[in-house]
């Protein structure tokens, strides 16, 4: 392939190429998940990552002020022409108090990546912006996903504001779960106008159905195992080192679901160090919820490695099927990761390979407790972000992480996409159409803060105000 930017199979005994413009997920020849590649001989890249600083001062050219666009030449697939952004990617990366949240590394040391500041709330923009540029290029009138909520909100977002060359608006078709989405994502979906599919069934359920009206009605898929998805993800890292003043860090902590980001950001650092731009690679940790552990149990109970490619298909198989005859369903509050088959396993065991990673699981409890812990630091996220540093608490308990290590907690999304889970952790109480009532029992969290019921009496809110001192 002569082209500077093609798909390429990510199997390693096939590597077929394949032209950009070619609407396809995956391999057609051994059926393995498509890279988005570059033959970068034949693309001008800064020799320094320092140098995409410099654009920080010509924020009001479109590319630029993207936190995505803004490292153009490391997604280098389309043109001025085809760019569809909303300005994603204006994101911090926040050193938290490490000893204040009770955990044993070293001052300083502790990052949180917050990606809740994305347009739509969630990490799913810096991937949708590079998704609906090519679905635009492409010409595509009608795009769709399946979802547990960020994606479905995303995509309506962009979906909402995308018209085509002939001007033609684009539509987003939306599959999500009954009963399987948090309102605070489904809100958005509804609101931004797309048309929101709800499929008696789980978030596998609704990508097995996405998958087949791709095929029969040619709807473009905007699931992660488009490649186009990742390549946006990759940005995370750019700006993760670039708040770091360019510093690599020792690990990358990210929640995993459908292992989209744990794909992405095992790329960009291979290509990172393909390049030159850095000299080593930090270790990656997955942190899988326990209701939905897929890649922990491949992983860590199963043997399951990259191993060049050659990774153990028939110990997946059996995992899943043994999941269907006992009808075992993924169950996590943390519904942004209630994923049970993961559509970019393989790529996530390559960049677990590449990253020296590991991986484990956390339960519900540990994530609400997590959560609340964050959101005392002044970050309010949501359920599958806290999932991150209930992993790093794991982590450092067991001796994986050292407490001297520069530590980078990935923060999926914004508190508001499930206000319910917050809400009930507090209180005590179930939200859905029920109204909060603090006289209810209290709640069992160690962070809660409970709301104190008061009389309609200053004398009696003021002596409420000084006994909480």
Known sequence: MTDAAFLQCIQPSCSATFALDAPIYQCPTCGALLDVSYNWSRIAVPSRLA???????????????SGVWRFRELLPFATDADLVTIGEGQTILQSADAA????????????????????????????????????????K????????????????????????????????VVFVGAGKIAFGKLSQALDYGALTLQIDGDFDACMARVREAADRIGLYLMNSINPF?????????????EALRWEVPD??????????????????WIELKQLGLVSRIPRLAVVNAAGANTLNELVNRRGVRWNGGNWDCDAVCNHYDEMTKQRRKASTIATAIEIARPV?????LRALDAMNGVVCEVTDDEILEEKALVGRHGFGCEPASAASVAGLRQLLANGTIDRDATVVCILT?????????????????????????????????????LPIRVPDNIDEICKAIESAR
Request: aromatic content about 6%.
């Open 251 to 268: 690990w990358i902590v990210v929640p995993g679901g459908n292992l989209g980001n744990t794909s992405a950001f095992g790329k960009a």
């Open 141 to 172: 009138q009608r795009v769709g996903c399946a979802s547990t909520g960020n994606t479905s909100a995303s995509l309506a977002m962009y979906a909402s504001l995308t018209r085509l060359s002939n001007g033609q608006p684009m539509r987003g």
């Open 413 to 449: 999304g914004h508190a508001l996409k499930d206000p319910d889970a917050t809400v009930k952790y507090h209180t005590g109480i179930d939200t859905k159409g029920v109204s909060v009532s603090p006289s209810a029992s209290k709640p069992t969290g160690r962070n809660a803060n």
């Open 51 to 65: 140098d995409f600083e410099k654009r920080w001062a010509s924020r009001h050219n479109t590319m630029d002020y």
């Open 229 to 241: 998805r990742l390549e946006g993800q990759k940005t995370i890292m750019y700006r993760v080192l």
């Open 100 to 139: 204040a949240m009770g955990l044993s590394l070293k001052r300083g040391n502790l990052h949180l990546q917050y990606e809740g500041m994305n347009p739509s709330g969630s990490f799913k923009d810096n991937g949708m912006t590079a998704a609906f540029t090519m679905a635009r290029k492409l010409g």
């Open 344 to 348: 970019n396993l393989s790529k996530a």
